[in-house]
């Protein structure tokens, strides 16, 4: 699975209305047995987001925050999915037939990595759900709708 960076984001923030389920979904996904995929995209929106002093209510140092980001890559199943040889024609296809823009260019990056890379993505942001062919799991629906607004 891929993991976007709301999931990482949501685990570390103690604050976070979604802190507990993303911790538990996010430690038993590190400790279980398939591989996590980290992408780059995410794991700099994690740094970026948890650094940031008017995004963040306790923002992390950037050496702290690098921390989670360097302890995640040392765990053995953790991978960083890169775009392969037929990125470019799944991310055409997800942004010009679904004619996305803005802050869904990115999303639609992740669900082209996930979709390639024939795996699915764990996130918990609903617009996942309008890509056609990528599984998306919600650590939400998992916990029972647990820290859903």
Same mark, same amino acid.
């Not at 591989?35 to 940031?52: C, D, E, K, N, Y």
């Not at 053995?76 to 999915?81: G, K, Y």
């Given at each position: 699975?891929?993991?976007?960076?709301?999931?990482?984001?949501?685990? /570390?923030? @103690?604050?976070? %209305?979604? $802190? @507990?389920?993303?911790?538990?979904?996010?430690?038993?996904?590190?400790?279980?047995? @398939? &591989?996590?995929?980290? +992408?780059?995209?995410?794991?700099?929106?994690?740094? &970026?987001?948890?650094? $940031? +002093?008017? /995004?963040? *209510?306790? +923002?992390?140092? +950037?050496?702290? *925050?690098?921390?989670? /980001?360097?302890?995640?890559?040392?765990? *053995?199943?953790?991978? /960083?999915?890169?775009?392969?040889?037929? %990125? &470019?024609?799944?991310?055409? &296809?997800?942004?010009?037939?679904?004619?996305?823009?803005?802050?869904?260019?990115?999303? *639609? %990056?992740?669900?082209?990595?996930?979709? @390639?890379?024939?795996?699915?993505?764990?996130?918990?942001?609903?617009?996942?759900?309008?890509?056609?062919?990528?599984?998306?799991?919600?650590?939400?629906?998992?916990?029972?709708?647990?820290?859903?607004?």
């Amino acid at each position: 699975m891929i993991v976007d960076a709301n999931v990482l984001i949501y685990a /570390v923030d @103690e604050q976070s %209305h979604f $802190h @507990e389920v993303a911790r538990s979904w996010l430690e038993d996904a590190l400790n279980g047995n @398939e &591989r996590v995929g980290l +992408p780059w995209v995410s794991l700099m929106a994690f740094q &970026r987001i948890m650094t $940031h +002093p008017r /995004v963040s *209510a306790n +923002p992390l140092s +950037p050496r702290d *925050a690098w921390g989670f /980001v360097s302890d995640w890559l040392d765990i *053995a199943q953790v991978w /960083v999915p890169a775009a392969g040889q037929r %990125h &470019r024609d799944i991310l055409k &296809r997800l942004l010009i037939d679904g004619d996305l823009r803005a802050n869904l260019v990115t999303d *639609a %990056h992740l669900a082209a990595l996930a979709i @390639e890379h024939g795996t699915s993505i764990c996130s918990l942001d609903s617009d996942f759900a309008r890509f056609g062919g990528l599984r998306w799991i919600n650590p939400t629906d998992l916990a029972g709708g647990f820290g859903r607004s």
